[in-house]
Each structure stands twice: as C-alpha cells, then as structure tokens.
C-alpha cells in the first residue's frame, strides 16, 4: 500500500485548509486511516482516524469541533477538513493505515506512512 498525500500550505489563523490521501496498490486489506502530525521538535501524534469501512471517527482532544475526517472509498481517498486553524496546528501531517488497527492513536500500529505535508498557520 503507497500513501501520498497532498494539501498542505500556508494559512492565517482561522483559515482552512483540507488535506487529501489516496491509497494505492493493496487498498482492500486497509481498515483504518487516520492522520498524524507532528511540529518541530516535538514526537508525532494522533490527529484523527477513521475505519475504512465502518465510517467510525477518532479525534483527538485537540481537534474536536475543528477538524473532520472523511473519506471516499471509490478513490480510495481520505480527506482532512481543518476549520478555524491555530498556530499550534502547525507541523508536517502524515497519513498512516493498516490492515488492523488496535488503537488508532498508537503509531506502532501502522504499517503503512505517507509522505507528510506542511501545514504553517500564521498569527
């Protein structure tokens, strides 16, 4: 399974932007994607995940009311709408998924990464 994802850039606070991953290659045996983020310096951490095909959604604390996850199956694509964005949302995304996940919010479960993008949100 080959992740790539795309979307990123550079935003005001309270702006949006929405991230895209798509899946190739083995995309029947993913269960579950989420995103994870991580800022300079600081360990990658669980953003929000969702199961590819039960529609349950994963967010972390952090992201509630602000971030959506969805996906499209048909194109084997999950998106990240990122509403009302702060400085603190800044760091490189990374979709990650796997065949079975245990508990979303753990890195180690996930076979699969994608590339990461920037997201810069500006004060």
């Known amino acids: 399974v080959q992740l790539q994802a795309s979307g990123g850039g550079l935003v ?5 932007l929405r991230l895209s991953c798509e899946a190739s290659g083995r995309t029947r045996s993913i269960e579950a994607m989420s995103w994870f983020r991580q800022a300079p310096g600081k360990e990658r ?3 929000v995940g969702i199961s590819w095909n039960g529609g349950s959604r994963y967010y972390a604390d952090s992201v509630k009311g602000r971030f959506t996850i969805s996906r499209d199956n048909a194109k084997n694509t999950v998106f990240l ?3 009302s964005l702060k400085p603190e949302d800044t760091a490189v995304y990374y979709c990650a998924a796997d065949r079975s996940v245990y508990d979303y919010t753990e890195i180690r479960d996930y ?3 994608g ?3 920037q997201v810069t949100v500006s004060s």
């Open 12 to 16: 005001q606070t309270g702006g949006s």
């Open 45 to 47: 951490k669980f953003v």
């Open 81 to 83: 709408q990122m509403n």
């Open 111 to 113: 076979d699969y990464w």
């Open 115 to 117: 590339q990461g993008t």
